[in-house]
């Protein structure tokens, strides 16, 4: 079972960046697709961005392509916001589900594991 923490969380100021980490107790390259989500307040959660270490395959959503990156250094993920948004405020996690190797991975996948989350508020 993979455990995840996130960490980096904040208040910024609306054009402020803000880059949050995600610690996995385990990944297995090419298998392992690691997800950021988040859930504004009142609204259903989103699928972010996806990255499949050993394979180097992101995603993103449209709203933030251009502004986050998703990227990994061995057992942590990282989400850099920048240019954020207040609309980008919500509760963000992190997650994680096996796939084939080097198999699709996106957003759309059933993630299996998910770290506790850590908040995000942007202001304008």
């Known amino acids: 079972q993979v455990q995840l923490v996130e960490s980096g969380g904040g208040s910024v100021r609306a054009g402020g960046s803000l880059r949050l980490s995600c610690a996995a107790s385990e990944v297995t390259y090419r298998r392992t697709c690691m997800g950021w989500f988040r859930q504004p307040p009142g609204k259903e959660r989103e699928g972010v961005a996806t990255i499949l270490p050993g394979v180097g395959t992101r995603t993103y959503i449209d709203s933030v392509k251009g502004r986050f990156t998703i990227s990994q250094d061995k057992l942590t993920f990282y989400l850099q916001m920048n240019n954020l948004k207040p609309e980008d405020t919500a509760m963000y996690y992190c997650?994680?589900?096996?796939?084939?190797?080097?198999?699709?991975?996106?957003?759309?996948?059933?993630?299996?594991?998910w770290g506790q989350g850590t908040q995000v508020t942007v202001s304008s």
């Open positions: 997650a994680a589900v096996d796939v084939l190797g080097g198999g699709h991975c996106s957003p759309t996948l059933g993630f299996a594991y």
